[in-house]
């Protein structure tokens, strides 16, 4: 499936990891970040992709060994992740930490090596 993803996924990135901890059994996640809903229908084909063969192959084994499945659909909000003014007042050199420029010594040895 991945290389028939790579291969004609239409520009779609997955993010695949597996929880190790917590959870009975193998419990794999699998992501990818749209700008939208809308996005989704153009969504890769996955028979087509894979060809019948592989298809049908594929639903089998999901068919073995898949317990669960569950859709999430989720929306990342940036009032969130910043804080509000009001709060960043309180401890300005941690919500708005300034940015770090290299020190001297480390640009003379980084522009020594090259």
Do not use: C, H
């Not at 509000?84 to 001297?104: D, H, L, N, Q, Y």
Request: hydrophobic letters at 40%; proline letters at 8%; a negative charge.
């Amino acid at each position: 499936m991945k290389s028939a993803l790579e291969g004609n996924g239409q520009g779609w990135s997955y993010f695949v990891s597996q929880n190790v901890a917590g959870e009975p059994g193998a419990v794999y996640y699998v992501s990818t970040l749209q700008p939208s809903l809308t996005a989704f229908d153009s969504a890769p084909d996955l028979p087509k992709i894979l060809g019948e063969e592989a298809f049908v192959k594929w639903q089998k084994g999901a068919a073995d060994y898949v317990l669960t499945s569950e859709t999430m659909m989720l929306r990342f909000v940036p009032e969130l992740s910043n804080a509000p003014e009001e709060v960043a007042k309180i401890s300005p050199e941690f919500w708005r930490p300034k940015p770090m420029t290299a020190g001297k010594k480390a640009a003379e040895t980084a522009k020594a090596g090259q």
